[in-house]
């Protein structure tokens, strides 16, 4: 019996070889359950912060306010898009006009239309291309020995017909601005008397839950946003459209303008070259 007893493993003295693999086992787990609450919390910031982004800030306002913001915005891009088409194109009127002008006159004055129809040539813009217009008209009829009344009709029909293209030209796309002036502020208008329709329905409905003032300011801020954005694009139409007006209306009057002194000066021309021809005339019949 003692024997056996010696012989029989002693279980206090030997170590626990079971007890490690289950605390390695239950720190896996507890891993995993860490890693995926970091990703969780990862992407519930990334969705917190693209939620917030949408719902921040000017593109906040505009998913706010519903159907009728879309066709503003529509409106306002081609608004922006006019606007910056015609203020490149009407750049060219800023030219140097009046030395142009001058140096025309002084020309025709001194009987050199040709040099005069070359500079006008060489110039860019539009008040340089009516002048020369009206040079070569009154150069060729001049040179074909028309009487200087016909000369003169000629020249001021021909010199405002081809303004009139060039104004067309310059009035490109301007009544597109007049049209997002008017119909933006309308769109905004017909958005804001849709979200007071809805507004109101919604009181109606929740009558004696929630506070009828709280619900109706709310609402009444959402349905105004249309017509502030409607203003906000209606306005800066309006502006560009009046801006481009009064720049095509100036160059109009200046080549109006230059077109009397020009035929005025072709008139004189024309007046002294038959006076001339009369007074040698009469010298030779004399002789």
């Not at 995926?36 to 919390?41: D, L, T």
């Not at 070359?118 to 074909?144: F, I, M």
């Not at 009344?149 to 021909?158: D, H, L, M």
């Not at 017509?227 to 560009?240: M, N, R, W, Y």
């Amino acid at each position: 019996m003692l024997s056996l007893a010696q012989a029989s493993p002693d279980n206090s003295d030997t170590p626990d070889t079971n007890s490690q693999p289950t605390a390695e086992g239950s720190e896996a787990p507890a891993e995993n359950a860490e890693n995926a609450s970091e990703a969780v919390a990862e992407a519930a910031a990334e969705q917190g912060f693209i939620s917030q982004f949408f719902d921040s800030g000017a593109l906040g306002l505009l998913l706010e306010g519903g159907f009728f913001m879309w066709p503003i915005l529509i409106l306002g891009i081609v608004a922006i898009a006019v606007i910056i088409e015609r203020y490149r194109s009407l750049k060219m009127l800023n030219n140097d006009d009046e030395g142009l002008r001058q140096q025309v006159l002084d020309l025709l004055t001194q009987d050199r239309v040709e040099d005069a129809m070359n500079l006008c040539d060489s110039q860019r813009g539009p008040v340089a291309a009516v002048l020369a217009n009206g040079l070569r008209k009154y150069l060729v009829l001049r040179r074909l020995g028309h009487d200087p009344a016909k000369i003169e009709e000629q020249v001021i029909q021909s010199m405002e017909s081809y303004s009139v293209h060039i104004v067309a030209a310059l009035e490109r796309h301007l009544p597109i601005l007049a049209t997002i002036s008017s119909v933006a502020p309308m769109i905004g208008f017909l958005g804001t008397v849709q979200g007071m329709i809805v507004s109101f329905a919604n009181i109606v409905e929740m009558m004696g839950e929630v506070n009828i003032v709280e619900a109706a300011a709310g609402g009444i801020q959402v349905a105004l946003l249309t017509t502030c954005f409607g203003l906000i694009v209606g306005i800066p139409a309006f502006l560009g459209f009046n801006y481009f007006s009064s720049i095509i209306n100036r160059f109009v009057l200046e080549v109006e303008s230059t077109a009397t002194e020009l035929v005025e000066i072709v008139t004189l021309q024309l007046t002294l070259a038959q006076s001339e021809a009369k007074k040698e005339q009469a010298s030779t019949s004399t002789v």
